[in-house]
């Protein structure tokens, strides 16, 4: 069976928002349906990807947008896993269609976490972790992946200095990026001058709290074929799912295993191998997670994912030559949390289809996109997306 | 392709428990694994239902499920859609099965509600209406469905009392259920002296708050030959899904639109008519929602289906014979929001096996639930399953 495609795509921007979850989906729906014709005609199904209840007293968010889109009878759910909601949307989209069962389906993330603020949005994701085990000790995310950082560092040698990297260059990207949560660029000493949050994290080292939706158009190639130019297309070629492993105890700190195997699923469904990948974006959460993620699927040796914030041709040998977060990543495009995996995907196929304006990366042909919810290891799932 | 059969079944008593959420979903899986060689090796992917995070202050149930269960690389995922949860969760069940991506799923639901207390409840189902229209009214479940009763009773000239007597006959069924929160017969009176909760619907009408997890192993034929005896499998041979309308405003009260395609489409899948079917469990979250219900799937004529409290010979011509509600229903078997609709499913598989002890139907060959998210008509899956 043919591989399904990106159809078309919109994302509201990102950042702190005077709009309802409901009118950040209007503005991503409104430019992913632009150019389509009938789009509310042709949608199957709607996946939603949405983190928390929390921020606006809201459940059955798959219901609620399928009655604002005019989706009326089509069937739609909320999906959630955490922070990797967006991509179990997009997943169940390609999946959809690869099995036959829809032409066309929208995919969607939505969140809107600045409606309880920075405290909010703590108490709302300390709801990923294991309640019985880790959630009563009081530990919250940036606590959760500070030992993960320490643990980075300990083991590879790696600085608070070279996390700071990570940040200047996603930064750096998000300059370049009119989706953005922060378009400006940062130096270094910005981000060692910060305030700790969790040692050896700091608050340069932590994606932002956002606002933010995103839209995904997939649909099967057939179908596709009538409804745009095939250059405007991107083949979602291969999807991989990670372990389960809610709890931080017990874990390989500095190994994603989640992360690895799902990107393992995804280059074997695509066929390709991960010295193949030009674009990539990955986790990053927080600073740490680049690094770590860059080994785990398979771009960096072990211990050397820090050179994440190289450039291709100064890494040591046996990193490959892709470019990382070219969006800004979670770090400075912005984290809405449900959305996310949709804002990856939406990266990638601007990337692919020669879109990206200042931040294009010449020439780019596959793009990983790797999505994560809870800390690091919990549920992970990627995607490997292909120009046509 | 052959049609996903019903493996296994297993729940937890419903009630106030004092077990919480991972633990009764313990009880539920021992049960649905019990009689299964490698059960954790089999299971290729999980979806759990699950309404609230609120409850126990937990989001991410797919993947915490998943890591207690044993089930450490499968994909695992939390559906939402309010009460449809656990139908959405068999959905995704029947239908990874159907398309060949899967040989066997486990599907289940969980939900903790007296975590919270009634207010708790009230506060947490009420996130299910439409924020901007509905939830600032401060409108609750009940009395969004009392809008619903009045409206029938004045269009029908149903009475309270004859509603009283959906709450009579579902309370006897569950007088032989086991597993049901409500194991004792009430009359009439007992519903008619009940406090007003929102007129003209009074305490009994109402189902209670409920803690319980039900799992339910889904398997193609094939491989199901391989694990039990034929007799012990039910075929899940249609899945129909209803329309979208969040707001009560602007819809017709008396007919549940989204159960009406819902039940149309899993009757198409199924290559059945309404008239085959034996038995059925529909969604009586409140007394009024069993007659609306008859009404919409094709069991009873418009304004007949307040008889589905008479036995079938009792009834008006065009009254198809079916027995509703032989669990007792939401409103006496209880109603654990995100299990609900896998409570369901298993009170089918059981009168389908003959497995129902004291309230078995004799002869029942076909059966179809009906589970539904919000106020009757914003997400409604219906399922019909078939004896092999």
Same mark, same amino acid.
């Given at each position: 069976m043919p591989d399904p495609v990106i159809l078309s795509v919109g994302a509201s921007p990102v950042g702190?928002?005077?709009?309802?979850g409901r009118d950040l989906f209007s503005v991503a729906l409104a430019e992913a349906f632009?150019?389509?014709?009938d789009p509310a005609g042709i949608v199957d199904a709607l996946y939603v990807g949405n983190q928390s209840?929390?921020?606006?007293?809201? #459940? $059955?968010y798959g219901t609620l947008l399928a009655e604002w889109a005019g989706l009326r009878h089509v069937p739609a759910e909320r999906v959630e896993g955490c922070a990797a909601a967006g991509a179990l949307a997009l997943r169940h989209a390609v999946r959809d269609v690869r099995s036959g069962q829809c032409d066309v389906v929208l995919a969607c993330g939505v969140e809107? $976490?600045?409606?309880?603020g920075t405290a909010g949005a703590t108490e709302a994701l300390s709801a990923? %972790?294991? *309640?019985?085990?880790?959630q009563r000790s009081g530990i919250t995310a940036p606590s959760q992946y500070a030992l993960l950082a320490e643990r980075y560092c300990h083991e590879t040698g790696a600085t608070e200095e070279e996390l700071a990297r990570v940040a200047v260059k996603n930064h750096s990207n998000a300059a370049r990026?009119? *989706? /953005?949560q922060y378009q400006s660029e940062i130096d270094a000493e910005t981000v060692l001058e910060s305030p700790y949050v969790a040692r050896p994290l700091k608050l340069f080292d932590c994606a932002p709290v956002s606002d933010g939706a995103a839209a995904v158009v997939i649909a099967s190639e057939e179908v596709a074929a009538t409804l745009v130019d095939s250059e405007e297309t991107v083949r979602a070629s291969g999807v991989g799912a990670g372990s389960n492993n809610?709890?931080?105890?017990?874990?390989?700190?500095? %190994?994603?295993e989640g992360a690895h195997r799902a990107a393992r699923g995804a280059y074997e469904e695509a066929g390709?191998?991960?010295?193949? #990948?030009?674009v990539a974006e990955v986790?990053? /959460? %927080?600073?740490v997670c680049e690094p770590l993620l860059a080994e785990a699927v398979g771009f960096a040796p072990r211990r050397a994912g820090?050179?994440?914030?190289?450039e291709p041709g100064e890494r040591?040998?046996?990193?490959?030559d892709v470019e990382l977060?070219?969006?800004?990543?979670?770090?400075? *495009? &912005?984290?809405?949390i449900g959305a996310t995996g949709l804002y990856q995907a939406i990266e990638a196929y601007e990337q692919l289809t020669g879109r990206? &304006?200042?931040r294009q990366v010449e020439g780019a042909k596959r793009a990983l996109c790797v999505n994560e919810g809870g800390? /690091?290891?919990a549920v992970t799932v990627a995607h490997v997306l292909e120009a046509t």
């Open positions: 702190d928002s005077e709009l309802t632009e150019n389509l014709p209840e929390s921020y606006e007293h809201q #459940i $059955m809107k $976490m600045t409606a309880g990923a %972790f294991d *309640r019985a085990l880790e990026n009119p *989706r /953005a809610l709890a931080v105890a017990e874990r390989d700190l500095t %190994f994603v390709v191998e991960a010295s193949e #990948i030009d986790h990053d /959460a %927080f600073t820090v050179e994440c914030a190289l040591s040998d046996g990193w490959s977060s070219t969006s800004g990543g979670l770090k400075a *495009r &912005g984290h809405p990206a &304006g200042d800390v /690091a290891d």
